[in-house]
RNA sequence: GGAUGUUUAGCUCAGUUGGGAGAGCAUCGCCUUUACACGGCGGGGGUCAGAGGUUCGAGCCCUCUAACAUCCACCA
């Protein structure tokens, strides 16, 4: 028997490693249809927070509903090496200890970053398990792996081949804490405070002087020009002279172009090509020389006199001391400005002009735009990423990092010739790139690459790929949707997969972006242990529309525990009346009573509803119709009707009535498991009759039965909600009994000792025409007296209120008949409906009067 | 500058193809009724941001406005 509380901690015990170890999460049923889906990898960098929580739940239930659906569900387990993430952990760590990457060597530091990545690997699988995951660990892959090697190096040789990928010289971002390129959306810009620096560039041949204003002077050492808007009528004649540089007293030419915004500064631009892609622009343009004046680790170089050496902020504030003692420093301005940082260590980015490793990304976002199909779920977002790739710019893709997949490039020793080659050159003549590769170059291979590709033979790959589903969040769509869509047209010739299911972001419940440095983080396994699992699963998914952020809310997961308490308790209740060992009869809807036919009429409509929107991924409103049947439908009403159906009927009833209470159970159970597995596979077990386990059962179907209302209990229902406000407004306890006479003999037979039970009735009194002065409420063909001492007044007062009502809904009924637009133009089954409305509405008044 | 989203009960949010506005929490009243006090029953509380429009009918469709949020681009 089951206890009296649901004990989430009980309930979990055991039962993934049950699962896992009878199998079930192994894909590979070829009887069955497969579905595909493989897990967006979580960097190896740390613990998994509720944004995992959220996006892996959704692809678990997804998982679940499809395997009982009948489907052979393949969800591919793995994880992501997370170049720069972890390997900024792992320089971390060691630098606590006082060594540095240089100290140990690529090797051993590779080594390290390893043991690194076992480590939180085993972490990850914990909490995998945790969250109840059913991943297939068979298949599981890791972005380095050598499977995915081979993938990356085929990719980037093709690349290469077909000019796609080439090296060259252009504005990166640099960052000067990890010492490595980023891409262009490895960058964060936010509003900083700065300073803009006015000073006097004087004039050659003159005794004047040009204003120049500037954010950074330390990039002064790289200026080869000024320019002006030719437009401008202040500078026009100075177009052509040249100003020196206050910084190192070079001549600068001072040039036009429209590009200059005439209002913003002085109107007098300095340009610095080697770290600002604008400015590099003008310089392809007008053949410009580009100086580049810092170092890797953004310290000023030789390019600098005095200043070489010292980092970019001091080489400023020096600089521009010096610029003031020379008189030449008019003004600095307090200004606020967007500056890029680096999305990992989070410093200033230093634009820079390097050479790295780009992709050409033109003609792969081209045939991304025409030929992806891919449907996103929401739509919307398929905008969000057509613009993105209608945009974009060449990937930056060489990190000077160690953890990673080395650039398979190598250079000739005398003469720099560049080979590309999938495998090792060992000719001692050349020597390989140091770089590895973005890590998003592989992660945008892992549909494919993860099944074997580029065997194009290999089992799985034919048989998962394209895989069925992605679920990912919006922030996630330019750094790795799109990379997979390009990446995958252009080598499997398909979309990586048919749905990209795109969920928001959580939030704190203020709705802060949860953060190391506000230290409004939750981790989920804290959750976990005070609410369940199953109670955060359903929070998760639960009350919110797709693609939209989430707050968490503490007591939204105590009330979802307080769901799963309720749906344990009613499961407790039906097992419990079932009486030893019972064992369920069929039985025929036609010779049921109308309470039992009710509910499943009910509970059918609630299928349909359940499995069309589990059908479109809105697990949000899935839940809340199952909700709304188990509470409304199922606890409230007929959980209570059949404690009567239990005590009158005969004994072959009474199995009826089990039997159906089972049956309803049962599609409770096996429609709540997605969402909560741990307690759908509690319950399941303890049904009468059961499969060895829940995740081998079959998912719920219809019944093929009426689907109208039963109006008797429909009526029933409502007398007594009436019957209960009668008291409560005449402040009757609620098992104060009354005296009822029913009026509609012929349609209420049958049901009184359903009433009786609820109402605490006295009596209870059926007849075809009634002339009791007790109080009346009308109901569909038939009418109910209530008679207890009522005072004149109520009488009157009740009357009054039904016939303020029905002449209220009259009027606006016949409002409707009476528009010749209505009539004519909606749908008759609308019309019909009013019509019936209005004359039961008028019927009623009649018999008031 | 471009784009997207949000605005519905005190709070947090749902709302299916347009057809009489919902949930959770909070609140008020009653109840130890034999599944559940992590409960039951009943109640109060909403000009669905604003203004136009389409429609027989708009929370939902169209246009505009406002506020907030997010993303992209620019910022010498």
């Given at each position: 028997m089951l206890e009296k509380r649901y004990d989430p901690k009980k309930v979990e015990e055991g039962k993934y490693e049950n699962w896992k170890k009878e199998g079930y999460f192994t894909a590979g049923d070829k009887t069955k249809q497969p579905f595909s889906m493989v897990i967006p990898p979580p960097n190896v960098t740390g613990k998994l927070h509720l944004g995992h929580a959220w996006n892996t739940t959704i692809q678990d239930i997804t998982a679940r509903y499809k395997k009982l659906q009948g489907y052979d569900v393949m969800w591919l387990a793995g994880m992501d090496h997370a170049g720069i993430a972890t390997q900024a952990k792992v320089e971390e760590k060691l630098r606590s200890q006082g060594i540095s990457r240089y100290d140990l060597g690529r090797e051993k530091f590779l080594e390290k970053a390893w043991e690194w990545k076992k480590e939180y690997a085993d972490n990850i699988h914990k909490q995998w398990a945790k969250m109840g995951l059913m991943l297939d660990y068979s298949r599981e892959r890791f972005t380095l792996d050598e499977s995915l090697n081979k993938a990356v190096l085929h990719v980037f040789k093709t690349l290469y081949d077909k000019g796609l990928i080439y090296r060259g010289e252009r504005i990166i971002n640099f960052d000067p804490e990890l010492k490595t390129a980023l891409s262009n959306i490895e960058v964060e810009y936010s509003e900083d405070k700065g300073k803009f620096y006015y000073f006097k560039y004087p004039i050659v041949d003159s005794k004047d002087y040009l204003v120049v204003a500037t954010t950074r002077p330390e990039t002064m050492f790289g200026d080869v020009a000024v320019f002006v808007n030719p437009k401008d009528k202040r500078y026009k004649h100075l177009i052509g002279k040249k100003v020196i540089n206050p910084a190192n007293e070079e001549a600068l030419p001072i040039m036009g172009d429209e590009y200059v915004d005439i209002e913003f500064g002085t109107g007098a631009m300095k340009c610095t090509p080697a770290h600002d892609p604008n400015d590099f622009a003008s310089s392809e343009k007008y053949n410009l020389p580009r100086i580049i004046c810092m170092d890797l680790n953004a310290k000023m170089n030789e390019?600098?006199?005095?200043?070489?050496?010292?980092d970019r902020y001091e080489c400023r504030d020096e600089l521009v001391k010096q610029i003031e003692k020379d008189g030449r420093l008019i003004k600095i301005e307090d200004i606020v400005h967007t500056v890029g940082h680096s999305e990992r260590s989070h410093t200033v980015v230093e634009p820079m002009l390097m050479k790295q490793w780009f992709v050409k990304m033109r003609p792969l976002a081209e045939q991304a735009l025409n030929k992806s199909s891919v449907n996103f779920v929401p739509n919307r977002f398929s905008n969000t990423f057509r613009q993105w790739m209608e945009n974009v710019d060449d990937w930056c893709i060489s990190r000077q990092l160690w953890w990673g997949h080395r650039i398979p490039a190598y250079y000739n020793k005398q003469t720099g010739d560049i080979i590309v080659s999938e495998t090792p050159i060992n000719d001692p003549n050349y020597y390989q790139d140091e770089d590895v590769l973005d890590t998003w170059f592989s992660s945008a291979l892992w549909p494919f690459a993860t099944l074997g590709w580029p065997n194009t033979e290999s089992e799985d790959y034919k048989r998962y790929f394209p895989n069925s589903l992605l679920v990912t969040a919006y922030d996630i769509i330019f750094f790795w949707v799109s990379r997979m869509i390009f990446d995958s047209l252009e080598f499997t010739g398909e979309s990586p997969f048919k749905d990209c299911l795109i969920h928001g972001l959580i939030r704190d419940s203020q709705g802060r972006k949860m953060s190391k440095s506000l230290g409004n983080g939750i981790d989920p396994i804290d959750v976990i242990d005070k609410y369940g699992v199953d109670a955060l699963r359903y929070f998760l998914t639960t009350g919110s529309a797709p693609g939209q952020d989430i707050r968490y809310i503490e007591e939204k997961v105590q009330s979802s525990a307080n769901y799963l308490n309720k749906i344990w308790n009613s499961a407790r209740y039906v097992l419990e009346s079932l009486g030893g060992d019972f064992k369920p009869v069929a039985f025929k809807f036609d010779e049921l009573h109308e309470v039992e036919k009710d509910i499943l009429v009910k509970l059918n409509k609630t299928i349909k509803s359940v499995t069309s929107f589990m059908d479109k991924y809105e697990y949000s409103m899935a839940s809340s119709y199952l909700y709304n049947f188990v509470y409304d439908d199922f606890c409230s009403s007929y959980l209570e009707m059949s404690k009567v159906s239990l005590q009158k009927g005969d004994d072959e009833y009474k199995k009826v009535v089990k039997s159906v209470l089972v049956y309803i159970l049962k599609n409770i159970i096996i429609m709540i498991y997605p969402f909560a597995p741990f307690i759908g596979e509690e319950l399941y077990l303890a049904l009468p009759e059961h499969k060895k386990s829940i995740m081998i059962e079959e998912y719920v179907k219809p019944l093929d039965i009426p689907e109208n209302d039963i109006e008797q209990v429909e009526n029933l229902y409502k007398m007594i909600q009436d019957i209960r406000n009668y008291k409560v407004s005449n402040k009757l306890a609620p098992n104060y009994k009354l005296r009822f006479i029913v009026e509609g003999e012929s349609i209420f037979k049958g049901f009184e000792e359903y009433l009786a039970r609820f109402s605490f009735a006295k009596e209870i009194i059926l007849t075809s025409k009634s002339t009791s002065k007790g109080m009346r409420f009308a109901y569909k063909k038939m009418n109910l007296y209530i008679e207890d001492e009522i005072s004149k007044e109520e009488l009157e007062a009740k009357r009054a209120k039904d016939i303020a009502f029905l002449k209220a809904e009259i009027a606006r009924s016949e409002g409707m008949l009476n528009n010749p637009n209505f009539v004519s133009k909606a749908p008759k089954e609308k019309v019909e409906l009013e019509n019936n409305k209005l004359a039961e509405f008028k019927k009623k008044l009649a018999e008031l009067n």
């Open positions: 390019n600098c006199g005095r200043y070489k050496g010292m």
